[in-house]
């Protein structure tokens, strides 16, 4: 730890000196290691069509443009990104327990992004069926999968998490989506399990919807996707508090509409992503 101290003086009316010390702490934090073969693993999970849905759900129109963006910078970043359409609530678990028993002894880190519609704790498959969100996360905990252990393990979730509105902004879920800007809803109350170098970044705070434009995409993985490529060297922490700066500006034609992000953490250290050779890619 490094300390910085400076002694300001000054004399008063009275001829008399008084010295102030400004001490500031410097924390030498250790980073994550971005040296093996492999980045890791992007699993990406983009549900679109709920036709086939037991409680009325609507498409997620725009959702495409999430899923282009979050593969072009997670490649850029040297990710091996794997894209997975329209999965059952089922599905979606199993294929995050086949994740967990890969062998990433080789990878730096592992990145898990879901977008679907959503309800506090968890989000639906397409076929109206929910999965917690602290159900995804269990196969990465160090207990299960030895070969992540110590590796930061991202998990970003873009779903509404409850039906309320932040104002001063529609909901996408079970709602009217006449609006360009829309959002991925329904209620259910969970939480998520605390355990070692895990990021979850979700697209909105408990209680709350979170909103996607039609041609767009939604305001959280666009802005992150962003921001990624902006400032990929920054760390990560620092790259999520500008995503909630971005997203907390945002509003809708009729400036109601609003989004505060949440990330949330129990890294260990500093997670900076290497600097590609290649050029930052470039987004709609």
Not at 75 to 103: C, N, P
Not at 182 to 197: G, H, L, N, T
Not at 214 to 242: E, H, P
Not at 243 to 248: A, E, L, Q, R
Request: glycine residues 4%; negative net charge.
């Amino acid at each position: 730890m490094n300390i910085f101290s400076v002694s300001l003086s000054s004399t008063t009316s009275c001829e008399y000196e008084s010295t102030f010390f400004i001490v500031i702490l410097y924390l030498d934090l250790d980073e994550y290691p971005m040296t093996r073969a492999n980045r890791g693993i992007c699993v990406i999970v983009n549900n679109n069509d709920f036709s086939e849905s037991r409680i009325p759900l609507k498409e997620r129109v725009g959702t495409m443009i999430d899923e282009e963006a979050l593969e072009k910078v997670f490649k850029w970043l040297g990710f091996d990104v794997k894209t997975y359409r329209d999965y059952e609530a089922s599905k979606i678990q199993a294929l995050f327990e086949h994740v967990a028993k890969m062998d990433h002894s080789q990878n730096d880190c592992l990145v898990c992004c879901v977008l679907s519609h959503g309800m506090e704790g968890g989000v639906y498959g397409v076929d109206g069926n929910t999965v917690l969100i602290k159900e995804l996360m269990r196969p990465f905990t160090g207990q299960t999968c030895l070969s992540l252990v110590k590796k930061p393990k991202l998990f970003f979730i873009q779903a509404c998490q409850g039906k309320n509105e932040q104002r001063p902004i529609q909901t996408d879920g079970p709602g009217d989506e006449t609006s360009n800007v829309c959002c991925d809803a329904k209620v259910y109350r969970e939480s998520i399990p605390s355990a070692a170098d895990f990021v979850v970044g979700m697209a909105t705070l408990p209680d709350y919807v979170s909103y996607r434009e039609r041609s767009n995409g939604t305001w959280y993985i666009q802005s992150l996707c962003q921001n990624l490529a902006k400032f990929v060297r920054m760390d990560l922490l620092s790259i999520l508090t500008k995503v909630n700066d971005d997203v907390s500006k945002r509003t809708d034609d009729t400036q109601l509409k609003k989004q505060m992000p949440l990330p949330s953490f129990s890294l260990r250290k500093r997670m900076v992503f290497p600097v590609p050779e290649e050029s930052p890619p470039i987004f709609k």
